[in-house]
Each structure stands twice: as structure tokens, then as C-alpha cells.
């Protein structure tokens, strides 16, 4: 038989559905009985996890957008009920881990160089790694979203510390490898950063919302934006030949 799951077994289930709730209905509708209903719990045993809506909601987005560990598992009650920072201060927190992170992986290595040894693996390596984290911060941004309609700090969150830094990183680096003739010249560059970090955000996570793009797989989605936007950016003689058959 079964023992009774500890508070910190359960937690990460509390969060998966606060995130569920709040995406959906946005901060000001969402209930803690909705949160509680969508946990399997009673609304008296949500409040052993937190003391109130706005606790959860800042916890749950600090832990969707990875800013957040699980409580110590060492803890018998898991640290319950947590307290969380003011909605101003996450939001201060999360523009201060972007502005420190960004530009990451990939782009930050190619933003280091003059000209790629293959800019064609680059750029792809670039989109492979946005397409990833667009997947896995898709709950908090549709979070973030949602809300931003009722709570307008989230959507200047959301614009200018979220995306901004990526965009403007991605600016530098297609105007760099442009001004170098190893990807196309395009009328504007900044306009171009744009058209990359929307198609794969729209691919990663915003297909999901649509009853036709949902059908899409997460494999199909990320290799069919990966090849047009490399055809859009490369130039031919970085292109496979394989690829060049196909145009």
C-alpha cells in the first residue's frame, strides 16, 4: 500500500497546475479554489503551500521561467507554506538573470568571432538552441501573457526584459555576418532578428494554441522553421548541395 506523498512530492504538481490556471484565466480571474480543484486538493490543504494567490502566482512563474528550485527535499515539510517575493521583485529578479544570461550559448560564441567557419551550422545551432528555450519556458511566457493583459508591468516584462535582450543580440549578429557577406543582406536588420525570434516562438509554442498548428509534432515544427529560415538567411554556396537541388 501506498504511504501518504509529503507536501514536497505534491509541490511540483500544485505549481503544474497553478501554471495550467493562471494561463488560462490571467491573474485577476483565476481562484485559489480553481488552483486547488486542478491540484486534486481541497482549497483548505493549497494553503499548507502558500499563503495566498499572489505567493502562488509568483512562484509559479519563477519556477516555469527555471528561477526557482524545489524545496530542499531534506526539509520533512518540504519548507511549507513558502513565502514568495512581491510581484515587483520577481519581476526585478527575472530582468536581472536575462540582462546577466543573454546572449547565451551559440550566438553569445558567434557575437565573440569576425566570421564563422560555416555560418550556415551556425545560424542553425543559434535557432536550435532559441526553438529549445522557447519550449522550455512556454509555460511561464503563456503565464506572463495572459496576465499582461490585466497587470501591464508583465507585459513591459515580458517586451523589454524577456525578449528585448534576445533581439537585440540576434541584431548584432545577423548586421555582423551580413557586413561579412556570410549571411544575406536584408532591408533591416532589427526587422530580421524579429521575423527569427516570432517564427520560432510561433513553431516552439504559440502552434500549440492553434487546432491546426496542435497536430504539428515538436520535431516536424522545429525542422520545417529551421529550414526555411536558414534558406531565408544563408547564402547559397554555404548551402548543402542537397539543399540547393531542393530550391
Known amino acids: 500500500m501506498t504511504g501518504k506523498r509529503s507536501a514536497h512530492e505534491r509541490f511540483p504538481e500544485v505549481i503544474a497546475a497553478a501554471v495550467r490556471v493562471f494561463a488560462t484565466d490571467g491573474y485577476r480571474s483565476a481562484r485559489m479554489s480553481d488552483v486547488a480543484r486542478e491540484a486534486g486538493l481541497s482549497e483548505a490543504a493549497l494553503y499548507r503551500y502558500v499563503d495566498g494567490k499572489e505567493d502562488l502566482f509568483v512562484l509559479a512563474i519563477r519556477h516555469a521561467l527555471l528561477l526557482e528550485p524545489l524545496p530542499a527535499e531534506d526539509d520533512p515539510n518540504g519548507g511549507f507554506p513558502l513565502k514568495a517575493p512581491k510581484l515587483a521583485e ?12 543573454v546572449p547565451f550559448g551559440s550566438l553569445a560564441d558567434a557575437l565573440e568571432v569576425a566570421e564563422a567557419p560555416d555560418p550556415k551550422a551556425e545560424l542553425e545551432s543559434i535557432m536550435r538552441e532559441l526553438f529549445a528555450l522557447e519550449e522550455q519556458t512556454s509555460q511561464a511566457a503563456d503565464m506572463i501573457e495572459r496576465s499582461a493583459r490585466e497587470l501591464p508591468e508583465l507585459a513591459d516584462l515580458l517586451n523589454s526584459g524577456l525578449r528585448a535582450p534576445v533581439l537585440a543580440a540576434l541584431t548584432s549578429y545577423l548586421d555582423s555576418r551580413a557586413k561579412s557577406g556570410q549571411l544575406r543582406t536584408t532591408p533591416n536588420a532589427a526587422a530580421s532578428a524579429r521575423l527569427v525570434l516570432e517564427t520560432l516562438t510561433w513553431f516552439a509554442r ?12 515538436a520535431e516536424v515544427a522545429q525542422e520545417t522553421a529551421i529550414d526555411a529560415l536558414l534558406h531565408a538567411f544563408v547564402p547559397p554556396q554555404y548551402l548543402p548541395q542537397k539543399n540547393l537541388e531542393r530550391q
Open 206 to 217: 504559440h502552434r500549440l494554441s492553434d487546432p491546426h498548428g496542435a497536430a504539428i509534432s
Open 90 to 101: 520577481m519581476i526585478s529578479e527575472a530582468r536581472e538573470f536575462v540582462a546577466a544570461e
